[in-house]
């Protein structure tokens, strides 16, 4: 079997990638991320994976980059005929397809089935994890399993192994009918003996003669010990005697020694509790004495303190004029700024509603063509069609407001009759009473006894040379509230031009109407599609329903310009499409201008911000150093008043000392007496004390407990022959050990001859394994230089597989280094491989992925040596590596794989 192409979509983070195969030399290159285990996964999976398996296994194929479940395409040749399997792995819904060279084309179940035949799979396709990683597990050498044990490898394909060997003449070794039987016969006794670790079986012969010798000696241990109880029993009521009267001589003794230890321990209680109040008036003394120095401290450094805060004072106060004329000059230009900006804001609007009435009209003209031509396909609509193409109109005729924007306009209503009473509040009010020369207002002339609301700054001129700039609110605060106010207005504004209407009420309005007519063309339309009109029927109805929308549309935009804006209404669809151009390129030229003013406002706003930040900051800064001062001057004023002046806080201080000194001498003397009663030896004279009075009581009450179960146990037991007893008891188990004895024999002579065919079976194996040995030496020659063998055993519970090399002595698989393991395995896969290739039209492929990791450099081109050998004697080599450049040697076909793009969050 060799793999011409495989072909992966929608897999992990694969979009679509394709590769081609070389019969006999393949590497994949790629760097990490790259997605070359993917690959070689989804070629495994593609071969042994049901398509319609779900859970954690589908889920762990799909991709997060690109939509659609995974699909994986294989080409491959077994036995002179080409067949492709296509696989789409969907959980339940997922499909199968299998076509040959051939013309065979099987799907699903069929197509499984017959792939299982292909790849002489016995048990179909496997549907658990578990179960794929045992599929083709000695072809497919998966990252990181490169140096797992490699007898288990051969253990796995044994079967197949020895199979292929037998049919090519290469394990002539067989066991006779007759052998075989009398191993079979003595396997039997001994199961019926033994256990499969080799211990005695439970209620076996032998088992059974085991416990009865056991019950005889124990029998017999019995007899011997109630005799050596009855010696005890004597010898133990003597003792107790002793020890009763031992005991009851020493107590009163022990009474007194703790009656002592007593009287003690009490004067240290008195003593301890004398020091504990000794220690906590020297720790108040020394408390108030660090208190009044620390205060004593503290009130000099606040009057340095407060020198140095009336020094900082002066200069400050001289820079607060100079930021505040900088920050009235800013807040007029930032003014000036602003009113350009509105007149260019009106200009902009103007220009994007012609642009919006041009598009409109391109629009229009475009769906009536559409109309036209399914007028032209339509003959006849009538019935429910007719009132729901009227009821159409009347949805389409009204502009397209959801709730969500009747909620929008209606904060944006509230929000502006917020800042309009902000205003209100904030703003100036001028009224002229009387006056001898002429009063003007912002250029107006200004009445007697007519009031003027004044809401930005304004120019009050008083006859030819008076002129008074007034700024109501203070200035920057009723600059924001305005230009909120007017952003809100401007948001306002906007909305409602979307949605070409003039007012909330008329939104509302048609909003609600919106809401009956599409209720009222959903029931219509459900009618009309359970009749079963044509469907020309619904393209004429919506085309008709579209050009009446985008004339009504055409119609709206137009009423919403300032008297047409100089604009006519265009006549085609070419005109239209030449106004908006020409609109276009206005709104261009005029939102240019406005972006740049806007500009220009935005820095001259950021210079008043600044000024005004600067006068505030400076402000502030005064501000807070006059308070610093202040709180130095209160708070050194309250101290002096709680602790007096310098002379006062001096001789507190002094008489705190004394009594600190006085105090610690009267501690001192109190621990000097404790440390002399030792109270912890006491202590411990206590304990002992009490210890001994108790365990003489124990040994007196544990004397008299003695005395008495010796008295009834030599009083219950005086009318039996220990002796007797004994000699029965040993006849006994003299009876029972020869039985033992018997069984015994014959259970060893049954062992003997297990472990003779045993060894004889071994023997066996080891000529079946010779070839394979021989195949994975000539391997491990094309690496190590010729000399270089290696032993593979078969046996019954342990395998085993070791490597020579020429001058070393033989290491067993587990005690070779991490590069050992993955190479001798390697041998030992390539071996296995073509023999079994031998099913497979000569030819089978086997899969490296990065399966090198321990091996150094320099072994890894000779490696390549041994590649080679493989892919000569028919093997398809198939290498993915992350250094491709190592495999140069090869001269394999490479395909390079790049990075896959992440999307961008």
């Not at 290469?170 to 009918?177: E, F, H, R």
């Not at 599409?518 to 109805?541: C, M, Y």
Request: aromatic letters at 2%; hydrophobic letters at 40%.
């Amino acid at each position: 079997m060799r793999i011409l192409s495989l072909t992966v979509r929608n897999y992990r983070i694969h979009g679509e990638t394709t590769v081609d195969f070389d019969p006999a030399r393949n590497l994949i290159g790629g760097d990490n991320e790259s997605g070359k285990s993917t690959l070689a996964e989804a070629m495994h999976r593609v071969l042994f994976l049901r398509a319609k398996t779900g859970g954690k296994i589908q889920k762990s194929m799909v991709s997060s980059l690109h939509p659609g479940a995974p699909e994986v395409a294989l080409r491959f040749e077994e036995n002179g005929e080409i067949w492709t399997v296509e696989k789409r792995f969907s959980g339940t819904s997922g499909t199968a397809s299998l076509s040959s060279s051939r013309g065979a084309a099987l799907k699903d179940e069929e197509a499984e089935k017959k792939l299982a035949e292909l790849l002489r799979n016995a048990d179909g396709s496997a549907r658990k994890e578990k179960d794929l990683e045992s599929c083709w597990a000695h072809l497919w050498v998966w990252q990181g399993t490169s140096g797992n044990d490699g007898a288990t490898l051969a253990v796995d394909q044994k079967d197949q192994l020895i199979k292929r060997l037998q049919r090519d003449g290469l394990a002539a070794v067989m066991q006779s009918d007759l052998d075989q039987s009398v191993r079979e016969r003595i396997g039997a006794a001994h199961a019926e003996i033994f256990t499969s670790q080799g211990r005695v079986k439970a209620n076996s012969a032998l088992d059974e003669a085991e416990k009865a010798l056991e019950k005889a000696r124990e029998k017999l241990a019995d007899a011997k010990a109630k005799s050596s109880e009855l010696d005890q029993a004597v010898n133990a009521q003597r003792n107790a005697v002793i020890a009763l009267e031992n005991a009851e001589k020493a107590l009163p003794e022990a009474k007194r020694n703790l009656e002592i230890a007593q009287t003690g321990l009490a004067s240290a209680k008195q003593l301890e509790s004398r020091l504990e109040n000794e220690k906590a008036n020297l720790k108040a003394a020394i408390a108030e004495h660090a208190d009044l120095v620390r205060n004593d401290k503290k009130i000099n450094d606040l009057l340095v303190a407060m020198t140095a805060a009336a020094e900082k004072l002066s200069p400050l106060e001289a820079k607060l004029s100079i930021l505040e004329d900088q920050e009235q000059a800013a807040a007029k230009a930032a003014a000036a700024a602003e009113a350009k900006l509105e007149e260019l804001t009106s200009k902009t609007r103007s220009a994007r509603l012609a642009h919006d009435f041009s598009l409109a009209a391109v629009t229009h003209f475009e769906k009536v063509e559409v109309f036209q031509e399914c007028s032209r396909k339509a003959e006849e609509i009538s019935g429910i069609a007719a009132a729901l193409d009227e009821d159409r109109k009347a949805l389409s005729a009204l502009p397209e407001i959801s709730p969500e924007d009747l909620v929008d306009l209606r904060g944006l209503e509230a929000w502006i009759r917020e800042q309009e009473v902000a205003l209100a509040a904030i703003a100036s009010g001028i009224e002229l009473l009387a006056s001898d020369v002429p009063v003007s207002l912002d250029g107006r002339t200004l009445d007697v006894a007519t009031q003027r609301t004044i809401t930005s700054p304004a120019e009050l001129l008083i006859g030819a040379g008076t002129r008074i700039r007034i700024h109501p609110g203070g200035g920057s605060s009723l600059t924001a509230a305005r230009e909120t106010e007017a952003g809100t207005r401007q948001k306002l504004r906007e909305t409602l031009d979307r949605l070409t209407v003039s007012s909330l009420e008329e939104a509302t309005r048609i909003q609600s109407n919106r809401q009956l007519l599409e209720q009222k063309i959903a029931t219509t339309s459900a009618r009309l599609q359970a009749l079963g009109a044509e469907q020309i029927v619904s393209r004429l109805a919506a085309a008709e329903a579209a050009r009446d929308a985008s004339a009504a549309e055409m119609k709206r935009r137009y009423q919403a310009l300032e008297a047409g804006a100089g604009l006519a209404p265009p006549e085609d669809l070419a005109a239209a499409e030449k106004l908006v151009r020409l609109t276009g390129e206005n709104l261009e030229e005029i939102g240019s201008k406005e972006r740049e003013c806007l500009a220009e406002r935005e820095e001259s706003r950021k210079v008043h911000q600044k000024a005004s930040a600067a006068k505030t900051s400076h402000r502030s800064s005064i501000e807070s150093s006059l308070q610093t001062h202040t709180e130095l001057k209160i708070q050194a004023e309250t101290l002096s008043q709680s602790y007096g002046d310098a002379a006062k806080r001096t001789a507190a201080i002094h008489l705190a000392e004394e009594k600190v000194t006085r105090l610690d001498a009267i501690t001192t003397g109190t621990r000097e007496a404790l440390a002399e009663l030792d109270p912890e030896a006491l202590e411990r004279d206590r304990a002992r004390f009490e210890r001994s009075l108790q365990v003489n009581a124990d040994k007196i009450s544990e004397a008299r407990e003695t005395i008495a179960a010796c008295r009834a146990k030599l009083t219950l037991d005086g009318s039996h022959d220990p002796e007797a007893d004994i000699l029965r008891a040993q006849a006994h188990m003299e009876r029972t050990e020869i039985t033992y004895l018997s069984e015994k024999r014959r259970a060893d002579s049954i062992a003997l001859l297990e472990k003779l065919f045993s060894e004889s079976q071994a023997t066996i194996r080891t000529q079946i394994t010779q070839p394979i040995a021989e195949r994975v030496s000539g391997y491990l020659e094309a690496l190590h230089g010729r000399g270089t063998r290696a032993e593979l055993v078969f046996g019954d519970k342990e395998h085993e597989l070791t490597l020579t090399r020429p001058g070393e002595p033989s290491f067993s698989f587990e005690n070779l280094s991490g590069g050992a393991k993955e190479q001798l395995a390697a041998a030992l896969r390539l071996a296995m491989a073509e023999i079994l290739a031998a099913d497979h039209d000569g030819s089978l492929p086997i899969l490296f992925d990065d399966a090198f990791a321990f091996t150094d450099p320099t072994r890894v081109q000779a490696l390549q040596r041994m590649l080679d050998l493989a892919a000569t004697r028919g093997l398809q080599i198939i290498v993915l590596s992350c250094s491709p450049a190592d495999y140069a040697a090869l001269a394999a076909k490479e395909c390079h794989l790049s990075p896959q793009a992440r999307p961008t969050r």
